[in-house]
């Protein structure tokens, strides 16, 4: 089963940034956390992850809150392109480890 | 990141007839591949992970017989849908994890549609 909880939806405006959260209250130690994004009838694609402290790339910043149980994916100008579900997987760290996709967040980004 | 590629893309067959699906890693060699199925306006399901050499592990509610997955090399894995009847068709996606523990990347998807 999922453990985290999102959004079912979210609207943004283009050049605004889009804050995604995610609660997983029942996160785990050894447990990162993923975000992935599928546009419309593609596979998913990997974004960002982490374990406790902030991350960012070319993508995104990812922000987690200190006791872990929460997090925001954060794109700093959304696009039109950035039109997606978005998905906030916790996983271990070890490869075999399954992804299990909740229901995510639909972001709409509007010009 | 990494590439994952998927093959072929979209398929339509007939009832009764077999599809074999490829899932390719492209530049990393992928020791567990998962295989998910999606239905319109749903999440992706995970029908079972696979480690290379080893006999895939399908989750519950899954026919291992009639989804057949092959993963010989760690490069490579297949999943061949058997017998393949309307009520199959979805959206099916691979993914590939390799060793380091970062995260899993995603083919592009096959959309199979059985008439």
């Known amino acids: 089963d999922a453990k985290t909880t999102q959004p079912p939806s979210m609207d943004c405006a283009e050049g605004r940034a889009a804050n995604l959260p995610c609660n997983h209250s029942?996160?785990?130690?050894?447990?990162?956390v993923y975000w992935y994004r599928q546009i419309h009838s593609q596979g998913p694609q990997y974004i960002i992850h982490?374990?406790?402290n902030n991350e960012t790339n070319e993508m995104a910043s990812l922000i987690i809150t200190e006791d872990r149980k929460s997090s925001t994916l954060i794109l700093p100008h959304a696009t039109l392109r950035d039109t997606a579900v978005y998905y906030c997987?916790?996983?271990?760290?070890?490869?075999?480890?399954?992804?299990?996709f909740g229901t995510g967040t639909r972001l709409q980004v509007f010009p | 990141g990494a590439v994952v590629s998927q093959h072929p893309s979209w398929v339509i067959c007939k009832s009764g007839t077999s599809v074999k699906i490829e899932c390719r890693s492209l530049?990393?060699?992928?020791?567990?591949m998962f295989w998910y199925r999606q239905f319109p306006k749903q999440s992706l399901m995970l029908m079972a992970t696979?480690?290379?050499?080893?006999?895939?592990?399908?989750e519950q509610g899954v026919e291992k017989d009639k989804f057949l997955i092959n993963h010989a090399s760690l490069t490579l894995s297949t999943l061949t849908v058997t017998s393949a009847h309307p009520e199959d068709s979805s959206f099916y996606i691979c993914?590939?994890?390799?060793?380091?523990?970062?995260?899993?990347?995603f083919g592009q998807g096959t959309r199979l549609t059985v008439v």
């Open positions: 997987i916790v996983r271990a760290i070890y490869n075999t480890d399954k992804l299990i």
């Open positions: 029942t996160i785990s130690g050894n447990e990162y």
């Open positions: 982490g374990l406790k």
């Open positions: 530049d990393f060699q992928a020791t567990t």
């Open positions: 696979s480690n290379e050499g080893s006999k895939a592990t399908y």
């Open positions: 993914s590939g994890s390799g060793q380091g523990g970062f995260g899993a990347f």
